[in-house]
Antibody
Framework: EVQLLESGGGLVQPGGSLRLSCAAS????????MSWVRQTPGKGLEWVSA????????DYGDSVKGRFTISRDNSKYTLYLHMNSLRADDTALYYC???????????????WGQGTLVTVSS | SYELTQPPSVSVAPGQTAKITCGGN??????VQWFQQKPGQAPVLVVY???ERPSGIPERFSGSNSGGSATLTVSRVEAGDEADYYC???????????FGGGTTLTAL
């Protein structure tokens, strides 16, 4: 059974940093591209970042480019999102999602985790 | 950037058929996915590539895509189908995935 379990969310001050983790199980992690998607009540679902199975390719949404970094450790079956220079509008529930294949170009998400809440506030 | 438009809500009586639309410029040329999200739960893929169903998804869920809109059809709606439904496509201009704003399905 495919399982994705996010952690690392919490309350952080504007300008601060946070690292999210997503522990994967039930599938060959290195064979799948992975992504972070966030959700807010006002803006709905917003794609944040993606990484290929080999880590060779990464991509970011315009709103986080230059501030967030996606990475993965295939030996630990874990996906990460390093978030810097956090702003109030980064407040959201962050989901880890698996792509159907090893690349993410023109692909879609077939499994999602339960999410971890990030709140940016002073 | 590419935009997907969904009605905020759709209501049907249990046992009836619900149709949820997703509009976008030339959406008929794109592959559309649909996700179901129940309160407090993660999104679940219910339709991919316009009309394909993942294993475990009931046949009551079907999809179509032509002209200016894609449609998720839920036949014989049950109380357990109450959820938010999101459409999603790949935007070839930005090379990023895009989501619709979501539609809340209510079984009256």
């Amino acid at each position: 059974e495919v399982q994705l379990l996010e952690s690392g969310g919490g309350l952080v001050q504007p300008g601060g940093s946070l690292r999210l983790s997503c522990a994967a199980s039930g599938f060959n992690f290195r064979s799948y591209a992975m992504s972070w998607v966030r959700q807010t009540p006002g803006k709905g679902l917003e794609w944040v970042s993606a990484i290929s199975g080999s880590s060779y390719n990464t991509d970011y949404g315009d709103s986080v480019k230059g501030r967030f970094t996606i990475s993965r450790d295939n030996s630990k079956y874990t996906l990460y999102l390093h978030m810097n220079s956090l702003r109030a509008d980064d407040t959201a529930l962050y989901y880890c999602a698996r792509y159907r294949g090893s690349g993410y170009y023109s692909d879609f998400f077939d499994y999602w985790g339960q999410g971890t809440l990030v709140t940016v506030s002073s | 950037s590419y935009e997907l438009t969904q009605p905020p809500s759709v209501s049907v009586a249990p046992g009836q058929t619900a149709k949820i639309t997703c509009g976008g410029n030339s959406i008929g040329r794109k592959n559309v996915q649909w996700f179901q999200q129940k309160p407090g739960q993660a999104p679940v893929l219910v339709v991919y590539d316009d009309s394909e169903r993942p294993s475990g998804i009931p046949e009551r869920f079907s999809g179509s895509n032509s002209g200016g809109s894609a449609t998720l059809t839920v036949s014989r709606v049950e109380a357990g189908d109450e959820a938010d439904y999101y459409c999603q496509v790949w935007d070839s201009d930005s090379d990023h995935p895009v989501f619709g704003g979501g539609t809340t399905l209510t079984a009256l």
